[in-house]
């Protein structure tokens, strides 16, 4: 079945590192998200990677994916206070299904 | 392209009421997708188009929930009678073709006393 889960709380000071981390069950997915929602808006894709690769960086963005234990990850480098947001995983599958599956969030604290 | 547009952005309304929620979607995406967000049940896919037709609405909580797609640019989600267990956020989202991840509008916050 489909379950992707998240940690609920990650605080880090600015200027750190962040690793946010995900956890899928379908071995069937074919890509991998991560979205960005800041307080009262909508859900920005910020990078996916697709499920053959398992590395794959974007400026400050670093997604690492182990297939094998299902387990993917977002780095942030040099975390700033706009990083500061809820950020959610997401699988699709290789079913036909075309709709995305969510994680529940992340919610990232940058404290000065 | 303005992006996902959806309103309104917030709705009060009392409980038995019709609710309207409008979706435009970027010009060219073919997919749009409606999804709830709250705090206990995160995001919740309700239903989701194809080329303007309905594939899968197998999350859309019971028939107090409706939704069309009568063309491309335009989509609604009617709940009628609203119950205040339908507090929620209403997303929006469309995309083109597979795999390059959605649009999101930037929500409907719905409130039912």
């Known amino acids: 079945g489909e379950d992707v889960e998240q940690s609920l709380f990650l605080s880090v000071r600015e200027g750190d590192s962040s690793v946010i981390n995900c956890t899928y069950t379908?071995?069937?997915?074919?890509?991998l998200y991560w979205y960005k929602q800041e307080p009262g808006a909508g859900l920005q894709l910020l990078t996916y990677i697709f499920s053959n690769m398992d590395m794959k960086q974007d400026q400050r963005l670093t997604v690492l994916l182990n297939k094998k234990d299902k387990h993917l990850s977002l780095r942030i480098a040099d975390t700033q206070t706009g990083d500061s947001a809820i950020y959610f995983c997401?699988?699709?599958?290789?079913?036909?299904?075309?709709?995305?599956?969510f994680g529940s969030g992340t919610r990232l604290q940058v404290q000065p | 392209d303005a992006g996902v547009i959806q309103s309104p952005r917030h709705e009060v309304t009392e409980m038995g009421q019709e609710v309207t929620l409008r979706c435009k979607p970027i010009s060219g995406h073919d997919y749009l997708f409606w999804y709830r967000q709250t705090m206990m049940r995160g995001l919740e896919l309700l239903i989701y188009?194809?080329?303007?037709?309905?594939?899968?609405d197998s999350g859309m909580p019971e028939d107090r929930f409706s939704a069309k797609m009568p063309n491309a640019s335009f989509s609604t989600l009617k709940i009628q009678p609203s119950e205040p267990r339908d507090s929620a956020v209403y997303f929006c989202a469309s995309s083109q073709g597979q795999n390059y991840g959605y649009t999101f509008g930037s929500g409907t916050r719905l409130t039912v006393v």
């Open positions: 997401a699988e699709s599958l290789d079913t036909g299904r075309r709709a995305l599956t």
């Open positions: 188009f194809n080329n303007n037709v309905p594939i899968d």
């Open positions: 379908d071995s069937s997915s074919t890509y």
